[in-house]
């Protein structure tokens, strides 16, 4: 069965920094791009960012310029770096790979929390 491990959230101070991890238990095809999502406590989930097989990128408005994602194909893994973080960072990341008509991965999320 195909799993997505996240890994590298924790408790930082604002202005601190944070580095995420997605480790895929197996390689997907091209066809899938990984995002990282998040979901604070009452809050709907959001994407954070995304990247395609190609390497394209796209970002949320909030974190632009503050966040980068990245991708390793020979590791399976897929890094978010967090810098300048913000409380309002504070949430549970999950990463995800999903392609139109195809099934979505989910992972079991990390916590970040930031603290002001």
């Known amino acids: 069965q195909v799993q997505l491990v996240e890994s590298g959230g924790g408790l930082v101070q604002a202005g601190g920094s944070l580095r995420l991890s997605c480790a895929a238990t197996r390689s997907f095809s091209s066809a899938y791009t990984t995002g990282w999502f998040r979901q604070a406590p009452g809050k709907q989930r959001e994407l954070v960012a995304a990247?395609?097989?190609?390497?394209?990128?796209n970002y949320a408005d909030s974190v632009k310029g503050r966040f980068t994602i990245s991708r390793d194909n020979a590791k399976n893994t897929v890094d978010l770096q967090m810098n300048s973080l913000k409380p309002e960072d504070t949430a549970v990341y999950y990463c995800?790979?999903?392609?139109?008509?195809?099934?979505?991965?989910w992972g079991q999320g990390t916590q970040v929390t930031v603290s002001s």
């Open positions: 995800s790979k999903r392609a139109p008509g195809f099934r979505e991965y």
């Open positions: 990247i395609t097989s190609s390497g394209s990128t």
